[in-house]
Structure formats: structure tokens, C-alpha cells
């Protein structure tokens, strides 16, 4: 596996040289992918401070960065033993950067993966922490016959994203958008009182293809994929491997919410913003409703928590993607996970891991960095925006999870993001058009 990892280095892999250069490349494929910062930036954290000796460990979360140096300090004050942590954000291709440091031997301990073809990258080569006292407290491991080799670290949700005292005050309840008319419905609502509301538009949807593809091609897309279905239905996901086939039926409905997207959005975000734009205009009170999952919640309490102050720090809540009549679920799931690389510093990469998933690791995990417990036995509860929201959903058993993370690698940025933008530009005037693009366009990319 080692060989055939190095021949695919030494193949074309755009390692590090690429990155600093500041070129566009594929973002992590799960929830690393919406960093705090412009995602047309890369940006690397440095390395904690320290000696240097003891285990490293690669972050895809920048903007938790200072809270993981906090927790790796700890755990040295506590056990004399130094975890260096190295955060990649932004334009960072993260496994691209992770087979570089491999082909120059210079693996980290402990390295972000975001889904099956991440892992995939790394077959045969990473600790089963199957034994591990931490993978009985979770569900949100990540597992495949290798064995539990994904560490959660937080729990996300993708839902449609709203201001919930915007809302109130225009008379929409959220709990109505059960189906497409209840949401072109409480559009037109908010609509025709964006004045009295303070509204610049009633959504923040950003289809800009260059550096948010991942949002519009994995996030927006993994709707289509699981809304409204039980969390091991894997009904469309099955169909998309099989030659890039979609369910036209019901894609066109999800299209048609699309294109009320693309109709109440901000023009001046929807095909030439960027991240940081979109979640400002909704922290600042400027979206009722936004199109980016609970992740967000960190970059409003942190980098954008004057704006967020000065517009009420107001409560926020998610709606389903109710692009059929029926549909009740968010999607919920880890979105990535720490997997443990097979060295001489494993067994004090595990140790680290099983402290993060403790007490004192969990306190800072999710009462400073904000992340939402995946772990049974925690008693935090996070002081972020969404956490009551994906609380209440999951305690409902109203979640559907992420099979997008099985979509073939690239699918977003090389097949999707694009037909998004033309969409949303008017290249592509309607649903059905939509629909037979995006058709034509998967199953030319499964084929290749």
C-alpha cells in the first residue's frame, strides 16, 4: 500500500510548492472545507511552540487553531508530553499537502480525513483504534474494514440556516416550511418586507465556482442525496456510484428550490462572493436565511461577533431542505475525523486522543472551540448558535446523515461547481435544464 501511495506521490500530487503558491485546489471534502477564513486564501497556522519532540497533529479547522494549542498545552502541563498542532485552512488541499510531507517523510502522527477517498489515501496505513476506551462513547466514529480508524472530534449539521428572531418578526414560523410551497411562501414573505426587516435579501446563497464549489457541489448537492430519508438509506448515494446516475424526479424538485435560491439571493453574492461575505451578511443580520451548515456558528461568535453583537445576537435555527412535501431531516454527521498514522508514536498519539475525549479535553473542545460533542458521556454543551437546534433534531431522531462523503473525489469542484454558477448566472435557464445538465455532466465524470 506504501508503494502504490508513493507512486501516486510521485504521479502528479500537488504538494506544497502548489499550495503556497496561493493556486485553487480541491478543498477537503467534508465540513473542513467552510474554514473561517477566505477560502481563496490558502493559510497554514504555525506549528505550536515547543522542542519539537513528542507527536504532531494536522488540523483542517483553522479557526480553532488557538483552542487546540490551548488543549496541547494542557495535556503537556499535565503529562510532560508536547503535541505540536499545524492548521491548514482555506485554499490548503489538505491531502495533497499530507502526501507531500509522506513523500519527504515527514508524516505527521495525527492528520485530518474528510471522507472515504481521504482514508482511502492512507489504506493499510493507519492505527484500528477499535480498543480504544473513547470509540464505545461515540457513534460518530469512523469505520471501514480496517477497523475504527477515525476519531470524531465534533458533530455538524447541514440545514437551511436561519435567523430566528427575523422570522418572529416577520410572522414566518420555521416549523411551517414543510414542503415547497411553505418555503416559496415564506420567501415571498420575507420578500415583501425586507425594508421594515433590514433585509439586503431574504438568502445568502453563493454559487462562485472558483472557491466555494465544495459548498454548491458537496453541501448543497448532499440534499438531493439524503433529505428526508432514514440515516442508512442509501438509496440516491447507490444510484450516483453506478455510473453517475440521478433520480430525475426528484433532483428536478430539488432544482426547482435551487432556482428560488438563486431568485432571493443577494446579486452581488450569488455568483462572485465569497465565504466570508456570505456568513458576515447573515451574521450581520442581512440574510434571513443562509446556505451553510452549523459550522458557521464558530466564525459568528469569533471573527464576525461585533457584527453579530451589533445585530442582536440573535438565535439562530435550521430548517429542513424541504424540497418535497414531507422532508423533516437535517443532515448530521462528523465531519471529519483524526486518524492515527501507523508509527513509533502511536501509542502516545492514542493517549492523546482519549484525553481530547475527556473531561477536561471536552471542556475545551466544546465549551471554547464550539464543537458539539460527539461523545456520550460529555456533559458540555456548546454555547454556539446551532447547537440547540442539531440537539433538538437529533433527539427527535429527525437527522439524515452524509453520504456525499462517497461521492467520487472531486465530483464538486471538477463536474458540479460550475453547473451551480450557470444556473445561478442564467446560462442555464430552468429546473429541467438544470436537472439535464447536471445529468449529463455526473455521468460523463463517473465514466472518465
Known amino acids: 500500500m506504501k508503494k502504490k501511495l508513493l507512486a501516486m506521490v510521485m504521479a502528479g500530487a500537488m504538494v506544497l510548492g502548489l499550495a503556497a503558491c496561493g493556486e485553487a485546489a480541491p478543498a477537503p471534502a467534508a465540513g473542513d472545507a467552510a474554514p473561517a477564513a477566505d477560502a481563496g486564501a490558502a493559510e497554514t497556522a504555525a506549528p505550536s511552540g515547543g522542542s519539537g519532540e513528542g507527536i504532531r497533529l494536522v488540523n483542517g479547522k483553522i479557526e480553532v487553531d488557538a483552542m487546540l494549542k490551548e488543549a496541547a ?11 505540536e498542532i499545524e492548521s491548514m485552512g482555506g485554499g490548503v488541499n489538505i491531502q495533497d499537502t499530507l502526501k507531500g510531507y509522506y513523500q519527504a517523510d515527514n508524516m505527521p502522527d495525527i492528520f485530518v480525513c474528510g471522507s472515504d477517498a481521504d482514508f482511502g489515501n492512507w489504506d493499510g496505513m493507519l492505527v484500528d483504534m477499535s480498543g480504544e476506551k473513547w470509540a464505545s462513547d461515540t457513534d460518530a466514529a469512523y469505520k471501514n474494514d480496517f477497523g475504527t480508524i477515525g476519531f470524531p472530534y465534533t458533530t455538524e449539521a447541514i440545514g437551511l440556516a436561519y435567523n430566528a428572531d427575523l422570522l418572529e418578526k416577520a410572522g414566518v414560523d420555521p416549523k411551517s416550511i414543510t414542503g415547497p410551497d ?5 420567501f415571498e414573505t420575507l420578500d415583501s418586507k425586507k425594508d421594515e426587516l433590514g433585509l439586503t435579501a431574504v438568502i445568502g446563497w453563493c454559487t462562485e465556482p472558483k472557491d466555494l464549489y465544495w459548498s454548491t457541489g458537496s453541501h448543497s448537492f448532499a440534499n438531493y442525496l439524503d433529505s428526508g430519508l432514514s440515516r442508512d438509506d442509501t438509496t440516491y448515494s447507490d444510484m450516483l456510484a453506478d455510473g453517475g446516475k440521478i433520480d430525475e424526479t426528484r433532483f428536478e424538485h430539488y432544482a426547482e428550490m435551487v432556482g428560488l435560491f438563486n431568485q432571493y439571493s443577494d446579486p452581488a453574492l450569488l455568483t462572485s462572493g465569497t465565504y466570508d461575505q456570505q456568513i458576515l451578511g447573515f451574521a450581520s443580520g442581512k440574510y434571513a436565511f443562509v446556505t451553510q451548515g452549523s459550522w458557521i456558528g ?3 461568535t469569533s471573527d464576525d461577533k461585533d457584527a453579530y453583537a451589533e445585530a442582536g445576537n440573535f438565535k439562530c435555527g435550521m430548517a429542513p431542505y424541504a424540497f418535497e412535501d414531507g422532508i423533516d431531516t437535517i443532515l448530521t454527521n462528523s465531519p471529519s475525523w483524526w486518524a492515527v498514522f501507523d508509527n513509533d508514536n502511536k501509542a502516545d498519539s492514542l493517549a492523546f486522543l482519549q484525553w481530547l475525549s475527556e473531561d477536561k479535553g471536552q471542556e475545551i473542545l466544546v465549551m471554547k472551540a464550539g464543537f458539539i460533542s460527539p461523545f456520550k458521556s460529555c456533559t458540555f454543551v456548546a454555547e454556539d448558535p446551532f ?6 433534531y437529533t433527539a427527535a431522531g429527525k437527522t439524515s446523515s452524509w453520504h456525499w462523503l462517497k461521492n ?9 461547481g460550475q453547473v451551480y454558477a450557470d444556473y445561478a448566472l442564467g446560462t442555464i435557464p430552468d429546473a429541467k435544464a438544470f436537472t439535464s445538465t447536471v445529468s449529463q455532466v455526473l455521468q460523463q465524470y463517473y465514466a472518465e
Not at 73 to 83: D, I, Q, S
Not at 182 to 186: L, Q, R, T
Not at 408 to 416: I, P, R, S, T
Open 182 to 186: 411553505a418555503m416559496k411562501k415564506a
Open 408 to 416: 467520487k473525489a472531486g465530483m464538486d469542484q471538477n463536474a458540479l
Open 387 to 392: 447547537a440547540a437546534t442539531i440537539s433538538e
Open 73 to 83: 498545552a494542557l495535556y503537556e502541563e499535565e503529562t510532560g508530553k508536547h503535541v
Open 298 to 300: 464558530a466564525t459568528m
